[in-house]
């Protein structure tokens, strides 16, 4: 979210003409993106592996960002690619989160843990995008993006090592379709 609010800023610092590109990446960030939270739900409903899943996902999103960071000055092109494949990763985060959290704080409505996921990820956005803006126009883009960076990999470090992925929701599915084939 936050990199594709500065994302103007960002691309024409080093493509001044770039107006029309910066517009097109981040609409190739949001196609790449819809495709990746179709692939991360199918994924997450045939394996129900969570913790590999959220894993990949946050890891990609992190690679992508540093890629993001040293790729802008190596031509248009590159950027374009880049953030196609982060759009796919970045995208997935929610899809991720969102079927997690009901699957973790079931019996709870799934419309409660949405709720306040949705709620925390616009404050937290919000946050990021005030602070990253900062460093941008202070610091300039590398550090900025390296701070984006920290900031992924301590949310990374988070949700591999510190949730219990105890698939609630899923345990209740499975007892009940053995209760009725008995």
Known sequence: MTVSTLLNQIVLKYYPNAAED?????????????????????????????????????????????????????????VYLVIGLFGIFVASVYTAGYELAAEITYPIPEG????????????????????????????GDKISNFTMCGMLGIATLLVVFFIRYDLKRHKVQVEAKEGQNC
């Open 22 to 78: 910066a517009g097109r990446i981040g609409l190739v960030k949001i196609c790449c993106g819809m495709f990746g939270v179709v692939i991360t739900g199918v994924i997450l409903d045939i394996f129900k592996r969570f913790k590999e899943t959220i894993s990949v996902i946050y890891n990609s999103c992190l690679l992508l960002l540093i890629a993001f960071t040293f790729t802008l000055d190596k031509g248009i092109t590159a």
């Open 112 to 139: 409660t843990s949405a709720g306040v996921m949705s709620a925390s990820a616009q404050i937290f956005g919000i946050l990021f995008v005030y602070l990253y803006s900062y460093l941008l126009d202070t610091l």
